[in-house]
């Protein structure tokens, strides 16, 4: 079946640790998308990337870091410069926005601190 | 100005009422509108798109594009206790053409 898959569903980071959301997806899609969403709030770009190899900063990138390697994949690493990673992060793909196409999402991953 | 606003709510209707829900853009250049569904705790699912003027229904849904106004909305007929969750406005276009700009949301309960 093709979708987005993030794993894991759940994380928890300990003080100073780096950890790594993956995003993988089967829908052949260019674009690829990160957004970070808290308690009662609405989503919040932190990466994207419209091309392999190339990714742009969204709203809030300070803290996070991503690659674009393949296109099936686009790893969010969220590092101990984040002070508050405490959210779900959901991970999204489409065409091109250009193209005017919507997006998708994968179940997300919960990430908490220890 | 934010780019994209929704009425956060809670919005309370009885179940079998219409479900009205509205969302404004700032960008007169935007050309495509979509409506996503989330239930707490659960990504967003895409519900309805439209991107010309006038209205788009698919079942219960309706979905009604002012670009004039800058206004698209969300109608929801023979509301149900499943339909509440929390529903975002999004956009593409204009400035933002290489990214979906969504609204924060609004908070529907379907009151059985």
């Known amino acids: 079946d093709g979708g987005i898959t993030q794993s894991p569903k759940y994380l928890f980071r300990k003080e100073g640790q780096n950890v790594t959301l993956s995003c993988e997806q089967n829908?052949?899609?260019?674009?690829m998308y990160w957004y970070r969403q808290d308690p009662g709030q609405g989503l919040r770009l932190i990466y994207y990337?419209?091309?392999?190899?190339?990714?742009q900063k969204g709203d809030i990138a300070e803290g996070y870091s991503v690659s674009r390697e393949k296109k099936e994949s686009f790893p969010l690493t969220v590092t101990s410069a984040q002070k508050n990673p405490t959210a779900f992060y959901l991970c999204?793909?489409?065409?091109?926005?250009?193209?005017?196409?919507?997006?998708?999402f994968g179940d997300g991953t919960r990430l908490s601190i220890l | 100005q934010k780019e994209v606003e929704q009425n956060s709510g809670p919005l309370s209707v009885p179940e079998g009422a219409i479900a009205s829900l509205n969302c404004t853009y700032s960008d007169r250049g935007s050309q495509s509108f979509f409506w996503y569904r989330q239930y707490s705790g659960k990504s967003p699912e895409l519900i309805m798109f439209i991107y010309s003027n006038g209205d788009k229904e698919d079942g219960r849904f309706t979905a009604q594009l002012n670009k004039a106004s800058q206004y698209v909305s969300l109608l929801i007929r023979d509301s149900q206790p499943s339909d509440s969750a929390t529903y975002l406005c999004?956009?593409?276009?204009?400035?933002?053409?290489?990214?979906?700009?969504f609204g924060p949301g609004t908070s529907l309960s379907v009151i059985p």
């Open positions: 990337s419209q091309i392999v190899n190339d990714f």
């Open positions: 999204a793909s489409g065409r091109p926005a250009r193209l005017k196409q919507p997006q998708h």
């Open positions: 829908l052949n899609h260019d674009a």
């Open positions: 999004a956009v593409i276009g204009g400035t933002s053409y290489d990214k979906v700009i």
